[in-house]
């Protein structure tokens, strides 16, 4: 992302691909902060193919 791009535009960039996080690196190649979306739903559980098996 260009350095010149604000905080609304890198959130619609970043919610309309399917990147999960984008770092905020200096001028020294330092991270200076993560951008995540946030989790709206969770996906559902699997169950544990072990639980359905019976017991011997």
Known sequence: MPETITGME???????????????????SEVQDIVTLPVTRLPPEEKDKAEDRPAA
Do not use: K, R
């Open 10 to 28: 890198l959130l619609d960039n970043l919610h309309l691909s399917d990147v999960p996080m984008v770092f905020a690196i200096d001028e020294y």
